[in-house]
């Protein structure tokens, strides 16, 4: 293994574990907020009693989001200092601002979860306001850096080396407004079903089923407003690369040559040696609909571009068909259960649907990760967009190798740590209910 | 309107100082868990544990917040420095993560009713590796082993086992074993009171002596920062950290600790302060200067406008985390799933 292949596995693997806990670090305060809202509102104090369950499984959850977002950001330094000297100037406003919300998020956050025998009620319920502000905000701004990559602009190339820097002008980056919202609503849905096949899963055992039915029906509730959602900026972002990223867009459909009339690739595997797609299925002209709003329209492929300066589609195409499936997979229980709630008046527990939406639970998770890996992969080998590549980026230094092993051991004993904590709080407590009790 | 780099440079070196002041005072808490002594050993664990729980993460918002501010405000600085300083980076990195993870478990683990000696060894052995890999990282950059030749950044062999950055890294050990116990002075009362305030006085003892070594060693090792330390305003802040030391620890001797903690915050400040005054204009001695390392300055002013804004929302919050949190520690958390 090489210092370029070992520093892009460590930022790969750094990056899949952050998010998934820096998601539910945007998700899961919306819930608390609603729940503590519905608690005042209409005094149903189980609605409280919901909320402050979440606090101990979630403040390990945020705490090693804290830590892990913290190895990111000195990553950007020890794997990449090129890059950061080049790119510095331009999205340092973007992580600066992501900071400042950050930090408000980490305040309000100790304040809800140890502030319960100092601050009344309403207190409480306040705090979480700025917290889920925080939470979302600091996503949004900290998607400008990652948009930036994928779209730079506001500066000018001289001699070699960025100048004339508009800092607001890169902030505000082609990719930034379609990748913001939609990785931000993206959170929400992974949060809402995570959280959803938890409750799933209570009811299908029967324990503490009424306050897990409530649960279970304020979690799909927030997925119902936000996964449509999703269909429609994951529209807009399409639109987006198709006229900003267009060698992402061929990988993402493993579309080889150019042609009119491109058909859209579903599944199948993608063999650049001979720029077809086999056991793939294909629907005619969608690809033009979708890129460019005419059936008959030229969709640019991976042969446009000179070579060696495209994305490998075997990274890209899987990803983005994983991404989209995942949608479907929710969706199916999402309908599913709300068509039953809508029947039944009443919040339906048939086993093969709490069954269905545990399945489901992780596809959100694995919508949010594989979307990241289309967005990274597809950029290859560039790490700033026409301008920077990735391989003239990396620290000079030697012995990459081992820091990479150091930090996969890091993240094991993460790992492992917290799963041992959190399956043995459940096997001691069944996780629910008025069992609890402590002495 | 004052020059943007000199602006920038500040604002660098007030995030360094207040990660030194909260941080240090975490990993401080850290120390003192491993170095309890006597009759109250568990009290004095429970009341710092219980201190720190609803802070520590804020707390170390500050380090984040001094890397966005260097490789926004410093981008050619951040590369070379963290080309130049990646091995003790990489070691305050896993202790960071292993402290954060460490004490997010036992808190776990006890708020659901089981102790977890191995999470609170983690604990204390990471408190105490970050802040000694720190100091050794912030003094590297003034040791003056750090080359830059046309673009290309090395460190002399043997940098990390020079004296001059083994005994940064242990005055960072001892600013954070200092802070602690002075805070907790203010915070609990009684015989555990007692134990901190001779703590403290033993911590403040600790780092006078290190320091005051530190100057020869430096003319030694370091000679063109001790030559720049023991220059005009360098040597003031010297001057005054001593001072606001010596007047700690009359304070702690006479327990006026309310004064007292305030006077421990001065003599961090000036000690660092005097560190920060001695390398100025460099960020690299003699290597890299300041304005070479600075962003453009639409860059510098965008950020520069950035900052009072998000003051504006911090400020309040901050004050409002530490006034809700005052006073006697105490396990904020209920058991889990129990009514509180």
Not at chain 1, 84 to 101: C, K, N, Q, R, Y
Not at chain 1, 109 to 134: M, V
Not at chain 1, 381 to 392: A, D, M, N
Not at chain 2, 317 to 323: A, D, G, I, R, V
Request: some cysteine; aromatic content about 12%.
């Amino acid at each position: 293994m090489d210092n370029l292949l070992a520093a892009r596995a460590l930022m790969g693997v750094s990056f899949v574990f952050h998010i998934i806990y820096a998601t539910m670090g945007i998700g899961l305060p919306l819930l608390l907020m609603l729940a503590e809202g519905l608690a005042l509102k209409t005094g149903d104090e189980s609605w409280h009693r919901i909320a402050r369950r979440w606090v101990l499984p979630a403040g390990v959850v945020f705490a090693i989001g804290a830590v892990s977002g913290t190895i990111l950001s000195f990553e950007l330094g020890l794997l990449w200092p090129r890059f950061m000297a080049f790119s510095g100037a331009m999205i340092g406003l973007a992580f600066s601002m992501e900071g400042f919300a950050f930090f408000t998020e980490a305040i309000f956050l100790s304040l809800y979860f140890y502030g319960e025998r100092r601050l009344s009620r309403r207190a409480l319920f306040l705090c979480t306001i700025p917290l889920t502000l925080a939470a979302s905000i600091s996503a949004i701004f900290v998607i400008s850096a990652n948009g930036w990559m994928n779209t730079p602009s506001g500066f000018q190339m001289v001699n070699g080396s960025p100048s004339d820097v508009l800092p607001l002008r890169a902030f505000a980056n082609e990719a930034w407004p379609h990748e913001a919202l939609h990785g931000t609503l993206a959170a929400y849905v992974a949060t809402s079903f995570a959280i959803a096949g938890y409750y799933a899963a209570m009811v299908l055992k029967g324990r503490g089923a009424v306050e897990a039915k409530k649960a279970l029906s304020l979690s799909l509730s927030v997925a119902a407003v936000t996964a449509p959602l999703m269909l429609v900026t994951g529209d807009w972002a399409a639109d987006s690369v198709a006229k900003f990223q267009k060698a992402k867009l061929a990988a993402m459909e493993a579309h080889f040559k150019t042609s009119a009339a491109a058909p859209l690739v579903i599944g199948g595997w993608p063999d650049p040696d001979t720029g077809r797609v086999r056991y793939a299925v294909r629907i005619p002209k969608l690809l033009s609909i979708l890129a460019h709003d005419d059936p008959n329209a030229v969709v640019q492929g991976l042969d446009a571009f000179p070579q060696g300066t495209t994305p490998d589609p075997r990274l890209v195409h899987p990803f983005f068909d994983l991404m989209v499936g995942s949608f479907f997979v929710m969706g199916i229980g999402l309908g599913w259960f709300w068509w039953l709630r809508w029947r039944q008046k009443e919040v339906p527990d048939q086993p093969r649907l709490l069954k269905y939406l545990m399945f489901a639970s992780p596809f959100g998770i694995i919508a949010l990760e594989s979307g990241w890996l289309v967005t990274e992969f597809g950029r290859q080998p560039w790490v700033v967009q026409g301008y920077l590549r990735t391989s003239q980026s990396v620290t000079p230094n030697g012995g990459v190798v081992s820091v990479f092993i150091t930090f996969v051991v890091v993240y094991l004993c993460l790992t492992a740590g917290m799963l041992k904590l959190l399956l043995r709080h459940q096997g001691r407590h069944g996780g629910e209910g008025k069992e609890v009790e402590h002495a | 309107m004052p020059d943007p780099v000199s602006l920038a440079a500040l604002v660098a070196a007030l995030a360094l100082v207040l990660y030194a002041l909260f941080g240090g005072a975490d990993f401080g808490g850290g120390i003192w868990t491993a170095l309890a002594f006597g009759p109250r050993a568990r009290e004095q664990r429970e009341a710092l544990f219980n201190a720190i729980g609803p802070v520590w993460e804020t707390n170390h918002v500050w380090l984040i917040f001094v890397v966005v501010t260097l490789f926004t405000a410093f981008p050619a600085g951040f590369a070379a420095l963290f080309i130049a300083l990646m091995t003790p980076l990489v070691v305050a990195l896993v202790g960071i993560n292993f402290r954060g993870a460490a004490y997010a478990f036992r808190h776990y683990g006890r708020a659901s009713g089981r102790e977890v000696p191995f999470s609170a060894r983690v604990f204390e052995i990471a408190s105490v590796l970050t802040p000694f890999a720190l100091g050794m990282a912030v003094s590297a950059t003034a040791a003056g082993s750090i080359t830059i030749e046309n673009d290309v950044v090395s460190t002399g062999t043997g940098i990390w086992f020079n004296p001059f950055t083994v005994m940064g890294g242990v005055i960072g050990l001892c600013i954070c074993a200092y802070l602690a116990p002075v805070y907790m002075t203010v915070r609990v009362k009684g015989a555990l009171q007692e134990d901190f305030r001779n703590a403290s006085i033993a911590a403040g003892v600790a780092l006078g002596v290190v320091t005051a070594v530190m100057i020869p060693l430096a003319l030694q090792t370091a000679p063109e920062f001790s030559h720049r330390l023991l220059g005009s305003w360098p040597m003031l802040c010297v001057i005054l950290a001593v001072l606001a030391g010596v007047t700690t620890q009359l304070l702690l001797l006479l327990r006026r600790f309310r004064l007292a903690q305030v006077m421990t915050g001065v003599t961090v400040v000036l000690t660092l302060a005097g560190f920060a005054a001695a390398l100025h204009p460099d960020l690299i001695i003699q290597e890299l200067p300041l304005r070479a390392a600075a962003a453009p300055r639409s860059t510098l002013i965008a950020y520069l406008t950035v900052l009072p804004v998000g003051a504006a929302v911090l400020v309040p919050s901050l004050w409002f985390l530490y006034w809700t949190f005052r006073g006697e520690p105490a396990p904020e958390l209920p058991p889990a799933g129990k009514e509180p």
